[in-house]
């Protein structure tokens, strides 16, 4: 990531037609701290710098969010249900893993490699006893790169509202939307 200078930063800024004080409102810093930085007196924490590089970006407009790239179908299976019907779905969508889901809320996940280690005849058995941990949760309005970063270590990201699964996110889908 190139980090822009004092100067993309007030350049950007007036090209949007931002005053120092608006821009502080949105990235949650001070005025004070955005003159100094495009006058180049301060070199700002990178925390700083991306909030007030997020703020610019949601004035343009170019800020995908987790509701953006969301599939709000979820295929998920309940922690009663058999390890049968949990493999049973997932050859049927063509899967490789499911979210398991108790009234809405994400409690684990379930994939094939999960039921290949559980051993032999689990069919029969609750989803709950050969099930992984859950996957990771955002909010509707995370950023792309919140998840972004999370898929680097996560096979599919939940999206909830309230508590409640309300959309499911795979690397497949942030391909497809920034593609």
Excluded at 30 to 47: F, K, M, Y
Aim: no cysteine; glycine share 6%; net charge negative.
């Amino acid at each position: 990531m190139e980090l822009p200078t004092p100067q993309d930063l007030r350049e950007r800024r007036t090209a949007l037609g931002l005053t120092q004080s608006s821009l502080a409102d949105a990235a949650g810093v001070s005025q004070p701290l955005i003159a100094r930085i495009e006058g180049g007196d301060v070199d700002p924490r990178l925390s700083t710098l991306r909030r007030i590089v997020t703020a610019l970006d949601e004035a343009e407009g170019d800020v995908v969010r987790s509701e953006d790239l969301m599939n709000e179908t979820v295929i998920s299976v309940a922690p009663d249900d058999s390890v049968r019907e949990a493999i049973d779905l997932m050859e049927h969508e063509a899967y490789s893993q499911l979210p398991v889901l108790q009234n809405g809320i994400p409690v684990g996940s379930i994939s094939q490699g999960d039921v290949i280690r559980a051993g032999n005849d689990v069919s029969n058995l609750p989803v709950s006893d050969v099930m992984s941990e859950s996957f990771p949760t955002v909010a509707r309005d995370a950023t792309v790169d919140e998840v972004r970063n999370l898929l680097d270590h996560y096979k599919a990201i939940m999206v909830t509202q309230g508590g409640e699964t309300v959309g499911i996110i795979t690397e497949a889908d942030l391909a497809a939307q920034l593609s």
